[in-house]
């Protein structure tokens, strides 16, 4: 078996009673010498204090985790560490991370694991070492509890919502470039005037006065009830005692809810008796922000099960069956202890990829528990099944439930023609009835609210029932393929800043309404007018990106700043190289199929297109500007 070597090795982070060492990190955005994707590269070595364990050993022990580990062979300690910081990467939440590789040094090996969070990348790296050793010194590791508070991390980051990863995965594995707008909060599909801005569901084509008036829902509940869609009938009141007064005129049981609002928040439904109008008017009363002013809905309660039917673009494209959060007696456990077992489940570890998040205990809770005359320390019988809370709010631990096969026609084309009233890509229309596979013209159907930018995991990841693949639907009302999320890229690696407005002024009195971006290490421009250069040589090219009327971009990527700061986007449609080093040459890699490569060695050039090859050596006469000036020329 080989072996690192260890000659020459500097303890750089151990600590003396390590056996490996981690050092000089470095955090990529996208493509790099190393890998053709974010990664997260740092250098490993073995320290000289004392030997490691035999590889199998260590294997043993991950394998408790990770099963098919076991079925690998490695050559190296180094091998194993980076396949090991690859699983652990994907935080058991199913996350897309599965590329690494590693380059072997005299006295170390650079690893590279792929990455989208760098803090968290990180972390994951010094999960991973920290096992490691105590593997070594065969001692106990928490390792759930480390990877729990990385899951933690992770979650709270601008990646880890539900709905921006799935949409942020969905157009990974499509080929859409996508990155985060740090100043914006914002992200960004597509490129130049081919993007779309937005986050979660909610996008800059869409109306935000649309979106504004989804909020107000006593007044989204009189415009559909105008257009004559079924909502329940109700009033808006301002105090508890107008409250008690339309809870008489139209009967109980009521539903409460403040106008303003979210996820569920203050709402209580099936509301029986003068004492729970009390109760609700309160919760939906703290639900109110404090700089808006008191105004709750209280409207007939429809009795039946709660749904989300979504639509995109104006079409229908799921449903999905929301139950409250509950618990099954089992005749020795209270009902706070069933909660608790229920919360250690993993696909309620409240993830951007588990199916249910973990039941919340909260003041409504206690008191529809009061209303079953139970509380938090009840003990329930053997099979006996609890609901926790009147309302299916999926937030706070309730069920999905996949009913997109079993919605009756008449409400397809109901929820479809709500939609259309909307400037809004997505929308979310929250219903009741008994029976979804029932017409709503004849059953007791009800529109309860209607939910601009809603969130899409109950769909794509129910807790029963098979998957709705919404961010596919979502990313192609933009983009029917990679390509139109795409302008052409023209990557150097070395250009003046002269020849590149050399270039800019060839293509405008061509194309003169073209809009062209273009940077190198000596300037930055769009079009004829200079603009301010970054240090930051990335944000220069994201900058350029983030123009919404970029009809070209033309880029230097040289040996230097591929080593410090690598790529920021993938896919080329012209590469050319001037006498490339070794590291410029991975540019290649980067060239989109069928598309140009131009290579200058010395005097000899090598002209690469749709799978043919030229090769000729420059004229005297002749320069490398005029060889690959009609090759721009022929992509525009």
């Given at each position: 078996?080989?072996?690192?070597?260890?000659?020459?090795?500097?303890?750089?982070?151990?600590?003396?009673?390590?056996?490996?060492?981690?050092?000089?990190?470095?955090?990529?955005i996208g493509p790099n010498p190393y890998l053709d994707t974010g990664a997260l590269v740092f250098d490993f070595a073995l320290t000289e204090y004392q030997d490691p364990l035999p590889i199998e050993d260590y294997v043993s022990i991950i394998s408790d985790f990770y099963p098919h580990l076991v079925e690998q062979k490695y050559q190296l300690y180094a091998d194993l560490f980076a396949c090991v910081v690859a699983e652990v990467s994907k935080l058991d939440m199913g996350l897309h991370f599965h590329l690494w590789s590693i380059k072997p040094y005299s006295s170390y090996v650079r690893i590279s694991i792929q990455a989208l969070h760098e803090r968290t990348a990180k972390a994951v790296v010094y999960l991973v070492w920290d096992w490691f050793e105590s593997i070594t010194q065969d001692e106990y590791f928490p390792f759930e509890e480390r990877l729990i508070k990385l899951q933690n991390q992770f979650r709270e980051s601008v990646y880890g919502g539900p709905t921006v990863y799935a949409l942020w995965q969905t157009a990974y594995q499509q080929g859409?470039?996508?990155?985060?707008?740090?100043?914006?909060?914002?992200?960004?599909?597509?490129?130049?005037?081919?993007?779309?801005?937005?986050?979660?569901?909610?996008?800059?084509?869409?109306?935000?006065?649309?979106?504004?008036?989804?909020?107000?829902?006593?007044?989204?509940?009189?415009?559909?009830?105008?257009?004559?869609?079924?909502?329940?009938?109700?009033?808006?009141?301002?105090?508890?005692?107008?409250?008690?007064?339309?809870?008489?005129?139209?009967?109980?049981?009521?539903?409460?809810?403040?106008?303003?609002?979210?996820?569920?928040?203050?709402?209580?439904?099936?509301?029986?008796?003068?004492?729970?109008?009390?109760?609700?008017?309160?919760?939906?009363?703290?639900?109110?922000?404090?700089?808006?002013?008191?105004?709750?809905?209280?409207?007939?309660?429809?009795?039946?099960?709660?749904?989300?039917?979504?639509?995109?673009?104006?079409?229908?494209?799921?449903?999905?069956?929301?139950?409250?959060?509950?618990?099954?007696?089992?005749?020795?456990?209270?009902?706070?202890?069933?909660?608790?077992?229920?919360?250690?489940?993993?696909?309620?570890?409240?993830?951007?990829?588990?199916?249910?998040?973990?039941?919340?205990?909260?003041?409504?809770?206690?008191?529809?528990?009061?209303?079953?005359?139970?509380?938090?320390?009840?003990?329930?019988?053997?099979?006996?099944?609890?609901?926790?809370?009147?309302?299916?709010?999926?937030?706070?631990?309730?069920?999905?439930?996949?009913?997109?096969?079993?919605?009756?026609?008449?409400?397809?084309?109901?929820?479809?023609?709500?939609?259309?009233?909307?400037?809004?890509?997505?929308?979310?229309?929250?219903?009741?009835?008994?029976?979804?596979?029932?017409?709503?013209?004849?059953?007791?159907?009800?529109?309860?609210?209607?939910?601009?930018?809603?969130?899409?995991?109950?769909?794509?990841?129910?807790?029963?029932?098979?998957?709705?693949?919404?961010?596919?639907?979502?990313?192609?009302?933009?983009?029917?393929?990679?390509?139109?999320?795409?302008?052409?890229?023209?990557?150097?690696?070395?250009?003046?800043?002269?020849?590149?407005?050399?270039?800019?002024?060839?293509?405008?009195?061509?194309?003169?309404?073209?809009?062209?971006?273009?940077?190198?290490?000596?300037?930055?421009?769009?079009?004829?007018?200079?603009?301010?250069?970054?240090?930051?040589?990335?944000?220069?090219?994201?900058?350029?990106?983030?123009?919404?009327?970029?009809?070209?971009?033309?880029?230097?990527?040289?040996?230097?700043?591929?080593?410090?700061?690598?790529?920021?986007?993938?896919?080329?449609?012209?590469?050319?190289?001037?006498?490339?080093?070794?590291?410029?040459?991975?540019?290649?890699?980067?060239?989109?199929?069928?598309?140009?490569?131009?290579?200058?060695?010395?005097?000899?050039?090598?002209?690469?297109?749709?799978?043919?090859?030229?090769?000729?050596?420059?004229?005297?006469?002749?320069?490398?500007?005029?060889?690959?000036?009609?090759?721009?020329?022929?992509?525009?």
């Amino acid at each position: 078996m080989v072996q690192e070597q260890t000659t020459d090795v500097i303890r750089i982070n151990a600590r003396r009673t390590d056996i490996f060492d981690i050092f000089n990190f470095r955090y990529y955005i996208g493509p790099n010498p190393y890998l053709d994707t974010g990664a997260l590269v740092f250098d490993f070595a073995l320290t000289e204090y004392q030997d490691p364990l035999p590889i199998e050993d260590y294997v043993s022990i991950i394998s408790d985790f990770y099963p098919h580990l076991v079925e690998q062979k490695y050559q190296l300690y180094a091998d194993l560490f980076a396949c090991v910081v690859a699983e652990v990467s994907k935080l058991d939440m199913g996350l897309h991370f599965h590329l690494w590789s590693i380059k072997p040094y005299s006295s170390y090996v650079r690893i590279s694991i792929q990455a989208l969070h760098e803090r968290t990348a990180k972390a994951v790296v010094y999960l991973v070492w920290d096992w490691f050793e105590s593997i070594t010194q065969d001692e106990y590791f928490p390792f759930e509890e480390r990877l729990i508070k990385l899951q933690n991390q992770f979650r709270e980051s601008v990646y880890g919502g539900p709905t921006v990863y799935a949409l942020w995965q969905t157009a990974y594995q499509q080929g859409i470039p996508t990155f985060y707008l740090w100043e914006e909060g914002l992200m960004q599909y597509g490129y130049g005037k081919k993007q779309v801005r937005g986050i979660a569901t909610s996008f800059d084509m869409d109306s935000h006065l649309d979106s504004e008036f989804t909020t107000r829902k006593d007044d989204c509940k009189e415009f559909l009830e105008r257009l004559g869609f079924p909502v329940p009938n109700g009033d808006i009141v301002t105090s508890e005692t107008a409250a008690l007064a339309v809870a008489k005129e139209i009967g109980y049981p009521v539903a409460i809810k403040p106008v303003v609002g979210h996820k569920g928040i203050g709402v209580t439904a099936n509301v029986h008796s003068s004492r729970e109008l009390q109760s609700a008017y309160n919760l939906a009363l703290l639900a109110i922000p404090k700089d808006e002013s008191i105004r709750i809905i209280v409207e007939e309660s429809i009795s039946g099960t709660d749904f989300r039917l979504l639509c995109v673009n104006g079409k229908f494209v799921a449903a999905t069956e929301r139950r409250p959060p509950s618990v099954v007696g089992n005749g020795y456990s209270t009902i706070r202890e069933l909660i608790r077992r229920e919360n250690r489940k993993p696909e309620r570890r409240d993830t951007p990829t588990s199916p249910m998040s973990k039941i919340v205990i909260d003041q409504a809770m206690e008191l529809y528990l009061d209303e079953q005359r139970l509380d938090l320390d009840s003990i329930i019988e053997r099979d006996r099944h609890i609901y926790l809370s009147k309302v299916a709010n999926i937030s706070s631990g309730g069920i999905s439930i996949n009913a997109t096969h079993k919605i009756h026609p008449d409400n397809i084309i109901l929820a479809q023609e709500i939609a259309q009233h909307f400037r809004l890509t997505c929308l979310g229309i929250d219903v009741i009835t008994k029976n979804i596979s029932h017409s709503w013209q004849f059953s007791n159907f009800a529109i309860l609210e209607i939910n601009a930018a809603p969130g899409i995991l109950m769909h794509l990841n129910p807790a029963i029932g098979a998957s709705v693949d919404v961010p596919a639907y979502i990313l192609s009302t933009f983009f029917q393929s990679s390509q139109d999320a795409k302008i052409p890229i023209i990557t150097f690696n070395k250009i003046s800043f002269a020849e590149l407005q050399a270039i800019i002024d060839h293509i405008l009195f061509k194309h003169p309404h073209k809009t062209i971006g273009a940077v190198c290490r000596e300037g930055l421009c769009i079009n004829r007018s200079e603009k301010v250069l970054s240090q930051d040589y990335n944000r220069n090219i994201q900058t350029l990106f983030r123009h919404p009327q970029l009809d070209l971009l033309i880029a230097e990527y040289s040996e230097d700043t591929l080593e410090a700061e690598g790529m920021v986007y993938q896919g080329s449609n012209i590469v050319i190289l001037d006498n490339p080093t070794e590291t410029e040459m991975i540019l290649l890699r980067d060239a989109i199929d069928g598309w140009i490569v131009i290579i200058q060695q010395e005097n000899n050039i090598s002209i690469q297109h749709k799978g043919l090859i030229e090769d000729y050596t420059l004229a005297e006469d002749e320069d490398f500007f005029s060889v690959y000036l009609p090759q721009i020329d022929s992509i525009l």
